[in-house]
């Protein structure tokens, strides 16, 4: 049985390419686009998304977000041959940079993340701890990203826009087809702006300035949950789309 989000895909793929789409590509947690393999890990307590980002070329690859269960990270990487090349993670919290440590054990991949949320990966295991878990510190960045920086591995390159707002140093990584968005933008909702560092304004700014200047086609796979994308989020989003009541 087919749910609503692979209703609508195949719908699209019916519409482009006139044809069924195969059941496996209804499989959230596997996705092809040209040259570029997507694999969704949902990992933790929190349920974070991690992205494994393959060239299909080189075999080269980048882990966004390894925020916990690194050996099952591990073995999505092997599944498809793949090498991790760089371990980028979109902000500090520890669901989504809480396997960074042992990712980086095995893989000596470096680790990239904004400078504003750097100082967040040697304070995991206190805020873990606030939370009732556990988690290691993660290794001080090899490279820290700043707005307009773009990152290669394989043929793939991924450009980082600052998107702060959920915390200080929140980033999103974009091609031509898909934006990696962490917690900023979610399928109808937004990041949360409660924590240290967070801020509405700030947060809203960010997607209406940065991310709603991407493509309406670009595919959003947010930190959890369902992924969705920038047109639809652009129209329908009730905290920042052009129907919330704020919006200016
Ligand atoms: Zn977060
Ligand atoms: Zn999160």
Redesign the pocket.
Known sequence: MLDGRCLMLENKWLKAHGTWLKVKDCDPGYHQEENVIIKTLTVGP?M?NCFVVGCEETLESAVIDP?DEPDRILQALAESNLTAKLIINTHG?F??VGANKRLKEVTSAPILIHPFDAPMLNQLADSAAAWGMAADNSPPPDRELQDGDEVAFGKIILKVLHTPGHTPGGISLYTDHEVFV??TLFAGSIGRTDFPGGSFETLKESIQQKLFALSDDLKVYP??NQATTIGVEKRTNPFVGEQASYFS
């Open positions: 929190i974070a925020g919290h669901d989504h962490g917690d930190g959890h």
